[in-house]
């Protein structure tokens, strides 16, 4: 945590000036919370481009379950018109 200089280059008395001596870049935590961070950022962007390529997807569903639903009555009132002659 402290690293020794040289205290006459910068005119103090004390011989220890407290210098952070380790890169915080090359620990290895600090890469794993950097990556992971940087895991969550891009799947929130890609749910967001996904977002309304999904609903779109979902509204052409309802509707097709609609018109099936729809198509399924008509045929059945159909042969139900049709049994009565």
Same mark, same amino acid.
């Given at each position: 945590?402290?690293?020794?200089i @040289?205290?006459?280059?910068?005119?103090? %008395?004390?011989?220890v &000036?407290?210098?952070?001596?380790? @890169?915080?870049?090359?620990?290895?935590?600090?890469?794993? &919370?950097?990556? !992971?961070v940087?895991?969550?950022? #891009? !799947?929130s962007?890609?749910? /967001? /481009?996904?977002?309304?390529?999904a609903?779109s997807y979902?509204?052409?569903?309802?509707r097709?379950? #609609?018109?099936?639903? %729809?198509?399924?009555?008509?045929?059945k009132?159909?042969?139900y /018109?049709?049994?009565? %002659?």
């Amino acid at each position: 945590m402290f690293a020794e200089i @040289n205290t006459q280059k910068y005119g103090c %008395r004390s011989s220890v &000036i407290p210098v952070f001596s380790s @890169n915080i870049s090359t620990n290895p935590a600090f890469s794993i &919370i950097i990556l !992971m961070v940087s895991f969550i950022i #891009l !799947m929130s962007a890609l749910a /967001l /481009l996904m977002k309304p390529i999904a609903k779109s997807y979902i509204r052409k569903y309802k509707r097709y379950r #609609l018109i099936k639903r %729809r198509r399924e009555q008509f045929y059945k009132e159909l042969r139900y /018109l049709m049994a009565e %002659r």
